[in-house]
């Protein structure tokens, strides 16, 4: 097994020159040397062919011992120096100081293609960044990542990756729900994969902490290696400048790939906000089931729903404002900063709309399609419709059927209602007064039927990784069997093709699956 090691971040960057692997802060750094802890006995339960293609690995090398070993954490590669990155962050909206990489250890950076990838371990141990906690992962928030990271890729949203998915033989202790009933499970580790794990924190620890000679080493060492449409001299307020507008870009249409899916991330704290528009750190997310921009995956928030779905664009323009004022002591100037930030809004505001519209088959926006969009949600939010399902099955709405009024006006998306009983004759009467001026627009458009139905396939998945799907994979990992995972990962593959050996999976959200857990909201132990 022959990787092509090519290290950057831990060779042109400060580390701490302390060794000692126990929790502190650390100063003057940009990150810590740390080894993996050897598993236990590890035992290799699922790997992404593409990213083991992709990092320069043949298929027989995930059957080698050496690929368990490096992957588990066993066993360091040669000529490697892992390490732990340093960064801050706000936590649901307050500054929480150093966090770091309490449960991650960057194995290596290997260039593959001329493409560059940083290999990090998710699981293997405790870092000078762990804090009080012991640094370890289980199955199943280990199966929740490594399943979403790959789905996210094919649904084409910017992500990081993983290559593989390993059992350390170790026991764990976990309080799933944070309700005092803590009990042992199964330890896991994931290998995540990304051109970078740089985040917002990194940048914003080393401004709090009024570090800026460090500030600008790593500024211009991300703009050297992963913004080369940067033309602006190096260590100029110009390209910090146009760095934060790329950053800026590359969020918002991160954000739009989410509210097109559904996505909900759960926790989009600065510290899990990828520098380079990656969805980053999967922890208890969710695809929305019915409707609901209230909606949000965590426990944690389920009192204040910061991190609800239609607060994801907000948020996410918040974050980059803490970004701005990280990146402020560069530019000495607040005034670019704060217009990339206006036009943030403004952006937001037109690609959402735009995006909305080709979820419906529309390519081009004519006057009047806000407020067309805008009843639509409205509709969706009054009564419980299965976002999936709704987009997926209305490109059975042609520009010649037939509103016959009543139930049957809704027959070509009945199966998106998860309380069709409900439907009372006030609420038919919306739906039947939108279809019509639906229709109405749908005249205005060129393409045939077909053409349309065909572009709209593209935009809307018919499957997405549903929480109480990837719970059922946990439920037959945990006893051995993980031929949902390998069935999963393979369907998620090709999200927005028919695929009909996988209808089943086409579905509503069971009804036992309501308040499970593990199937709705998860906390952030998840």
Request: glycine content about 6%; charged content about 25%.
């Given at each position: 097994?022959?990787?092509?090691?090519?290290?950057?971040?831990?060779?042109?960057?400060?580390?701490?020159?302390?060794?000692?692997?126990?929790?502190?802060?650390?100063?003057?750094?940009?990150?810590?040397?740390?080894?993996?802890?050897?598993?236990?006995?590890?035992?290799?339960?699922?790997?992404?062919?593409?990213?083991?293609?992709?990092?320069?690995?043949?298929?027989?090398?995930?059957?080698?011992?050496?690929?368990?070993?490096?992957?588990?954490?066993?066993?360091?590669?040669?000529?490697?120096?892992?390490?732990?990155?340093?960064?801050?962050?706000?936590?649901?909206?307050?500054?929480?100081?150093?966090?770091?990489?309490?449960?991650?250890?960057?194995?290596?950076?290997?260039?593959?293609?001329?493409?560059?990838?940083?290999?990090?371990?998710?699981?293997?141990?405790?870092?000078?960044?762990?804090?009080?906690?012991?640094?370890?992962?289980?199955?199943?928030?280990?199966?929740?990542?490594?399943?979403?990271?790959?789905?996210?890729?094919?649904?084409?949203?910017?992500?990081?990756?993983?290559?593989?998915?390993?059992?350390?033989?170790?026991?764990?202790?976990?309080?799933?729900?944070?309700?005092?009933?803590?009990?042992?499970?199964?330890?896991?580790?994931?290998?995540?994969?990304?051109?970078?794990?740089?985040?917002?924190?990194?940048?914003?620890?080393?401004?709090?902490?009024?570090?800026?000679?460090?500030?600008?080493?790593?500024?211009?060492?991300?703009?050297?290696?992963?913004?080369?449409?940067?033309?602006?001299?190096?260590?100029?307020?110009?390209?910090?400048?146009?760095?934060?507008?790329?950053?800026?870009?590359?969020?918002?249409?991160?954000?739009?790939?989410w509210q097109r899916v559904?996505?909900?991330?759960?926790?989009?704290?600065?510290?899990?906000?990828?520098?380079?528009?990656?969805?980053?750190?999967?922890?208890?997310?969710?695809?929305?089931?019915?409707?609901?921009?209230?909606?949000?995956?965590?426990?944690?928030?389920?009192?204040?729903?910061?991190?609800?779905?239609?607060?994801?664009?907000?948020?996410?323009?918040?974050?980059?404002?803490?970004?701005?004022?990280?990146?402020?002591?560069?530019?000495?100037?607040?005034?670019?900063?704060?217009?990339?930030?206006?036009q943030f809004r403004v952006d937001?505001?037109?690609?959402?709309?735009?995006?909305?519209?080709?979820?419906?088959?529309?390519?081009?926006?004519?006057?009047?399609?806000?407020?067309?969009?805008?009843?639509?949600?409205?509709?969706?939010?009054?009564?419980?419709?299965?976002?999936?399902?709704?987009?997926?099955?209305?490109?059975?709405?042609?520009?010649?059927?037939?509103?016959?009024?009543?139930?049957?006006?809704?027959?070509?998306?009945?199966?998106?209602?998860?309380?069709?009983?409900?439907?009372?004759?006030?609420?038919?009467?919306?739906?039947?007064?939108?279809?019509?001026?639906?229709?109405?627009?749908?005249?205005?458009?060129?393409?045939?039927?077909?053409?349309?139905?065909?572009?709209?396939?593209?935009?809307?998945?018919?499957?997405?990784?549903?929480?109480?799907?990837?719970?059922?994979?946990?439920?037959?990992?945990?006893?051995?069997?993980?031929?949902?995972?390998?069935?999963?990962?393979?369907?998620?593959?090709?999200?927005?093709?028919?695929?009909?050996?996988?209808?089943?999976?086409?579905?509503?959200?069971?009804?036992?699956?309501?308040?499970?857990?593990?199937?709705?909201?998860?906390?952030?132990?998840?």
């Open positions: 097994m022959k990787l092509t090691i090519n290290d950057t971040f831990n060779t042109e960057l400060p580390a701490d020159k302390n060794r000692n692997n126990v929790p502190r802060q650390v100063y003057d750094a940009c990150f810590s040397y740390v080894d993996p802890i050897a598993p236990q006995k590890a035992t290799l339960i699922h790997v992404s062919d593409e990213m083991l293609n992709a990092i320069g690995l043949k298929e027989e090398d995930k059957h080698s011992d050496e690929f368990l070993a490096i992957f588990s954490g066993a066993k360091k590669m040669e000529g490697t120096s892992p390490y732990a990155m340093c960064y801050g962050g706000h936590q649901f909206g307050h500054w929480a100081g150093q966090l770091g990489d309490g449960r991650a250890i960057n194995l290596a950076e290997v260039r593959h293609n001329a493409q560059q990838w940083a290999l990090q371990l998710k699981g293997a141990g405790r870092t000078p960044y762990s804090r009080s906690a012991d640094g370890l992962a289980v199955l199943r928030s280990s199966v929740r990542e490594h399943l979403c990271s790959e789905a996210m890729h094919h649904l084409g949203i910017p992500t990081t990756r993983s290559l593989s998915l390993a059992l350390t033989g170790d026991q764990v202790w976990r309080d799933m729900l944070y309700d005092g009933n803590a009990a042992y499970e199964k330890g896991a580790v994931v290998c995540r994969v990304a051109p970078s794990f740089i985040r917002f924190g990194n940048f914003q620890l080393l401004t709090a902490r009024q570090d800026i000679k460090n500030l600008k080493i790593l500024a211009d060492y991300t703009i050297r290696h992963f913004f080369p449409e940067i033309k602006e001299g190096k260590g100029t307020k110009q390209a910090y400048i146009q760095f934060f507008q790329e950053v800026a870009t590359k969020t918002l249409d991160m954000i739009i790939h559904g996505f909900v991330h759960g926790v989009m704290n600065t510290d899990n906000f990828s520098i380079l528009g990656l969805t980053i750190d999967y922890g208890p997310y969710g695809w929305l089931e019915g409707y609901d921009h209230n909606w949000t995956p965590n426990t944690t928030d389920k009192d204040y729903r910061r991190y609800r779905f239609g607060n994801q664009p907000g948020v996410a323009l918040w974050n980059l404002a803490q970004l701005g004022n990280a990146l402020y002591p560069l530019v000495e100037e607040t005034e670019p900063l704060e217009a990339i930030l206006q937001y505001a037109k690609k959402y709309l735009s995006m909305m519209l080709n979820k419906l088959g529309l390519e081009s926006v004519e006057e009047g399609d806000e407020k067309l969009i805008h009843d639509l949600t409205d509709l969706l939010q009054q009564s419980e419709v299965d976002m999936t399902l709704f987009f997926r099955n209305f490109f059975y709405f042609v520009k010649d059927t037939s509103i016959t009024g009543g139930i049957k006006t809704l027959d070509f998306i009945m199966d998106a209602f998860y309380k069709p009983e409900e439907l009372n004759d006030s609420v038919l009467g919306l739906w039947q007064d939108w279809l019509f001026k639906f229709k109405m627009r749908l005249q205005k458009d060129k393409k045939t039927d077909q053409e349309r139905q065909v572009f709209m396939n593209r935009i809307n998945p018919k499957y997405v990784l549903r929480n109480y799907m990837a719970q059922l994979a946990i439920d037959q990992a945990n006893s051995g069997d993980y031929s949902l995972i390998e069935e999963l990962y393979q369907m998620l593959k090709k999200p927005y093709e028919e695929q009909p050996e996988y209808q089943r999976w086409f579905a509503k959200r069971p009804e036992w699956a309501r308040n499970k857990v593990g199937c709705s909201m998860l906390s952030c132990s998840s």
